[in-house]
């Protein structure tokens, strides 16, 4: 009874704690912990969780750069109200990962428009032109 118990708090919390997690690719921590299973199969522990750990510090440094450089393109599109104090510019201030998917939204890579932007858009099947009158 008090396994069950323990369990299911454990679980509780578990979940009350998930939506928390961030969406970036893992760290030190996750990469070092597959590499260390990794070296450990061939006897070299170490060995792969500190090439796991590095590798996870540099995936994670450049996803945070892609981020970043997306956000400074975003400002650059969407220059800040000059008429704005201080505090409200502040207030208004987006994060770079929330810059990074508005950016991500209005430049598709995939052949398509964002809503709202000009030009053609290609959302549907390509339909053949109507024949001219008379013909």
Not at 11 to 35: D, R, V
Not at 51 to 64: A, D, L, P, Q
Not at 71 to 100: F, I
Request: charged content about 15%; glycine content about 14%; hydrophobic content about 35%.
């Amino acid at each position: 009874m008090k396994k069950s118990l323990a369990f299911a708090f454990l679980t509780a919390s578990g979940l009350a704690l998930a939506p928390m997690a961030h969406a970036e690719p893992g760290g030190c921590i996750k990469y070092g912990a597959a590499g260390a299973v990794g070296g450990h199969l061939v006897h070299h522990g170490v060995l792969g969780a500190t090439g796991g750990c590095v590798t996870g510090m540099v995936t994670r440094h450049e996803y945070r750069k892609g981020l970043r450089e997306k956000a400074a393109l975003y400002d650059k599109e969407h220059p800040a109200d000059p008429n704005q104090s201080w505090l409200q510019r502040h207030h208004n201030a987006l994060t770079y990962q929330q810059k990074a998917a508005l950016w991500d939204h209005e430049h598709p890579t995939d052949g398509t428009t964002a809503p709202g932007a000009s030009g053609p858009a290609t959302t549907g099947p390509a339909t053949n032109p109507p024949a001219p009158p008379g013909h």
